[in-house]
T-cell receptor, first 114, second 111 residues
Framework: GENVEQHPSTLSVQEGDSAVIKCTYS??????FPWYKQELGKRPQLIID?????GEKKDQRIAVTLNKTAKHFSLHITETQPEDSAVYFC?????????????FGTGTKLQVIP | NAGVTQTPKFQVLKTGQSMTLQCAQD?????MSWYRQDPGMGLRLIHY???????DQGEVPNGYNVSRSTTEDFPLRLLSAAPSQTSVYFC??????????FGQGTRLTVV
């Protein structure tokens, strides 16, 4: 099965700085990579995603990059704000037995210091 | 369009009691899943379903049962609650190659 590793587990940045979270995956057949943000006490919610036919995707201050050769993808948040403080999860989606399965990373707790 | 509706939000059980967590989605998604979230351990898959009448075990299935009689509903049953099942539970649904939509979560405490 797929294995997704996520680093770092915790990250503290000053407000206005950039934050980068990295994930690696093991199954080269993985073709869809979503990122989720989970605020304290809330449900995880999709913030951005990328498919394997694209190398980079951007949405305002958030961007995701994908390197299929190295099997890693990263979340980049620029000009961080206190409301970016949350736990971020990466995930990799792949086909297994005719079904599409999803494996989540273990999460990164981001703290933005005002 | 309510998305994924999960109930209850909070529950306290005594060891040995049983209960059912309810999950319903109105997006006509084929895939539904149950996860538990424990501190420092991310989201661990309990059971999942790829369509009505089809379920399978995830990473941590012991002590839990599921059924999928309709596309919309995917209840999770705790057969005999144990303190180790104290956790936050999330139901999620998604289409074949789409993102997951999560329910609001259930904070379960077993005493």
């Amino acid at each position: 099965g797929e294995n997704v590793e996520q680093h770092p587990s915790t990250l503290s940045v000053q407000e206005g700085d950039s934050a980068v979270i990295k994930c690696t995956y093991s199954d080269s057949a993985s073709n869809y990579f979503p990122w989720y943000k989970q605020e304290l006490g809330k449900r995880p919610q999709l913030i951005i995603d990328i498919r394997s036919n694209v190398g980079e995707k951007k949405d305002q201050r958030i961007a995701v990059t994908l390197n299929k050769t190295a099997k890693h993808f990263s979340l980049h948040i620029t000009e961080t704000q206190p409301e970016d403080s949350a736990v971020y999860f990466c995930a990799a989606s792949y086909s297994s037995g005719g079904y599409q399965k999803v494996t989540f990373g273990t999460g990164t707790k981001l703290q933005v210091i005002p | 369009n309510a998305g994924v509706t999960q109930t209850p939000k909070f529950q306290v059980l005594k060891t040995g009691q049983s209960m059912t967590l309810q999950c319903a989605q109105d997006m006509n998604h084929e895939y539904m899943s149950w996860y538990r979230q424990d501190p420092g351990m991310g989201l661990r898959l309990i059971h999942y379903s790829v369509g009505a009448g089809i379920t399978d075990q995830g990473e941590v299935p012991n002590g839990y049962n599921v059924s999928r009689s309709t596309t919309e509903d995917f209840p999770l049953r705790l057969l005999s609650a144990a303190p180790s099942q104290t956790s936050v539970y999330f139901c999620a649904s998604r289409s074949f190659q789409g993102p997951a939509f999560f329910g609001q979560g259930t904070r379960l405490t077993v005493v």
